[in-house]
């Protein structure tokens, strides 16, 4: 599975999404996060996630890097550093969002593989 993030950063914070109920890992905290479709480059599926579970576009995307994970099935998530053309966000799909500095990222469940990112991206904790 591929899936790819955005790192959305803002007066010294990180945008955090809280998953929904019925979702896998419910109540986690996670970066704007989706999955590839087949075919799908990342850069469409980020702005797919954007605009679908945040009402935004981004105005430019950099790739960060990438981490591996096993939650049975191999994964990676590919990192974006994202800034997005509105200064308000929307959620759909998520049931909660917060600028979260990053020393407060540890109140947050947030998932392992968000953390392993914002920390060897250096915008961690």
């Not at 087949?38 to 576009?57: C, I, K, S, V």
């Not at 997005?84 to 540890?106: A, E, M, S, T």
């Amino acid at each position: 599975m591929l899936a790819v993030c955005g790192i959305v950063r803002r007066k010294g914070r990180v945008l955090m999404c809280k998953r929904g109920a019925g979702t896998l890992f419910p109540g986690f905290w996670e970066l704007p996060t989706e999955i590839l479709e087949d075919g799908e480059m990342a850069e469409d599926a980020l702005e797919r996630a954007f605009f679908e579970r945040l009402t935004d576009f981004p105005q430019k995307m950099k790739p960060l890097g990438a981490v591996d994970f096993d939650y049975g099935e191999g994964c990676r998530i590919l990192a974006y550093d994202v800034e997005l053309c509105k200064n308000f966000v929307h959620i759909y799909g998520y049931d909660d969002f917060r600028w979260v500095k990053p020393k407060d990222l540890k109140r947050l469940r947030v998932l392992t593989p968000h953390v392993t990112l914002l920390t060897e991206v250096n915008h961690g904790l």
